[in-house]
C-alpha cells in the first residue's frame, strides 16, 4: 500500500529535477541574449552620444557643417546666432569698408570663455585691410585675441579667450573688419567655424547667419563733357553721378575740381531745386579763381538712393581767353547711409574757348573755310573717331569744334551748351553766325 502511495510522489519529484533545470537555464540564457544583444547595444550607445552631443562639444572645434541640425534648433528657438553687422553692405568699386562680427542672443546668464570664429570672403572681389577686436568688444575683458587674414584665399580668422567668464550680455560686436572693394560683383560673407566656448570649455549650440556684400560702381562726369565756348561768353557746366547702383544709399558727397583760371572764372556754384541729391541737409560750396578750383560738401537730410543718374550741382563759368582747359577732378568722395566710402569712377571735361563762334579755324573770320569745317563734321557725333581730338589722318577734326548748339544769347556773346553732335540744330546757329557777320 505505501509504495503504491509513495511511487507516484517519486515519479513526480523526479519529473520537477529534470524539468526545472531546463526552465532555469533557459530564463538565464534569455537573460544572456538581452544583454549580449548587438543592435540593442548599438542603439543604447547611439542616443548616450546623442545625449553628448546635443550638451557638449569638447573636440576644440564646432565645424559648421557638422553643427546643422543644433544651428537650426538654436534659430527656431530663437537662441545664439552669430552674423555681421550690417548683414548687407553696399559699397563701391575701389571703396572701403568695415563690417562687425556680432553675437546675439546669448542666453540670459550664459558665461563664456572663448570664441573661435573664421569666415571665408571671395578674394576677388574684396581684400582685408585691417582687422582688430575694439576695446569695446562684446567678449570684453579679452586676454588674448590674435586676428589673422590672408588676402590670396580670403579668409578671417579670430582665436579669442578672455580673461574673466562672467556673462557679457545679450549681443554685441565681437570684432571689426575693415576691407576694400576690388571689382564690382556680390561676395558673400561665409562663416566656415563658429566655436563658442562656456566655462566648461564645452562649445555652445550656435545659428551662423551669412552676410552679404553689394558691390556697385558709380560715376562722376561733367554735363557736357566737352564744351564749346565763345571768349567773353558765360556757360552753365553740371556735375553729375551716373551709373549708381540701385538701392544704393547716399548720405553725402565732397567734390573738388580744377580748371584753368587764365582761361576760365567761376561765376557762381549753385545747388539746382531739383539737385540729384535732394534733400539736401547743407552743403558748402565755395571757389577759388586765383588756383583754379571749385570744392563742395554737401550732406543729405534722407539717404534713401537718390535714383540711377543726375546733376547734383551746377558751375556758371565765364570765358577769359581763347584756348581749352582740362575740368580735373580731384576729389569724388561719396558716402553711403553708414557713412562708408563708395568707389566711384571720375571722367574729367573739356572746355574748349573760341575767340569768336563759328570760327572753326581760329583766323578771327567766318567765311568758306569755317563752312568746309562744318561740312566735314556734319551727321558726327560724341565717341566717332576724331571727334574730341585733331588727328591729321581724319580731314576737319576735332569735329566736336562745331557742336555749338543749343546756344542761347547774341552773337558773339553766345552762350552754347553741346549736346554731343553736329546736325540741324548746329547748322541754324552756324547760318545766323554768318548772317552776323556780313
Sequence with gaps: ?????????????????????????????????????????????????????????????????????????????????????????????????????????????????????????????????????????????????????????????????????????????????????????????????????????HSLAVNPINGTVNVSSANVNFVPSAANVTKGGNFTMGVEISNLTAGQTILGFHHVFDFNPSLLEVVEVEIPGGSFFSPVLTSFPEYNNTTGRVELNLARSNSAYPGGSGVVYNIIMKAKAKGTSALTHSVADLRDAGNNPLGVTKTNGTVEINEFPGDFNGDTRIDFEDLMIFALAWN???????????????????????????????????????????????????????????
Design 1 to 201: 500500500m505505501i509504495k503504491k502511495i509513495i511511487g507516484p510522489f517519486i515519479l513526480i519529484f523526479l519529473l520537477v529535477l529534470l524539468i526545472a533545470p531546463a526552465a532555469f537555464g533557459s530564463e538565464r540564457n534569455h537573460d544572456n541574449v538581452i544583454s549580449n544583444d548587438p543592435v540593442q547595444e548599438q542603439e543604447e550607445q547611439l542616443l548616450e552620444d546623442y545625449d553628448d552631443l546635443s550638451a557638449v562639444n569638447t573636440t576644440g572645434q564646432l565645424e559648421i557643417q557638422n553643427n546643422q541640425i543644433a544651428g537650426e534648433e538654436s534659430r527656431a528657438s530663437g537662441g545664439i546666432s552669430v552674423g555681421f553687422e550690417p548683414a548687407t553692405v553696399n559699397a563701391g568699386e575701389g571703396g572701403e569698408f568695415t563690417i562687425g562680427l556680432k553675437i546675439n542672443n546669448l542666453t540670459s546668464g550664459q558665461e563664456v570663455m572663448g570664441f573661435r570664429h573664421v569666415f571665408n570672403f571671395n578674394p576677388d572681389l574684396l581684400e582685408v585691410v585691417k582687422a582688430e577686436v575694439p576695446v569695446t568688444s562684446f567678449l570684453n575683458p579679452v586676454l588674448t585675441a590674435p586676428v589673422t587674414y590672408n588676402n590670396t584665399t580670403g579668409r578671417v580668422e579670430l582665436n579669442l579667450a578672455r580673461s574673466s567668464y562672467v556673462y557679457p550680455g545679450s549681443s554685441g560686436v565681437v570684432y571689426n573688419v575693415q576691407m576694400k572693394v576690388k571689382a564690382k560683383g556680390i561676395a558673400t560673407l561665409t562663416h566656415a567655424v563658429v566655436d563658442l566656448r562656456d566655462t566648461q570649455n
Design 380 to 438: 558726327h557725333k560724341a565717341g566717332d573717331p576724331g571727334w574730341s581730338q585733331a588727328e591729321q589722318s581724319i580731314p576737319g577734326s576735332p569735329f566736336s569744334q562745331c557742336d555749338i548748339s543749343p546756344s542761347s544769347g547774341t552773337y558773339p556773346n553766345l552762350n552754347i551748351t553741346p549736346d554731343g553732335k553736329v546736325d540741324f540744330e548746329d547748322l541754324m546757329v552756324f547760318t545766323l553766325i554768318w548772317n552776323a557777320t556780313r
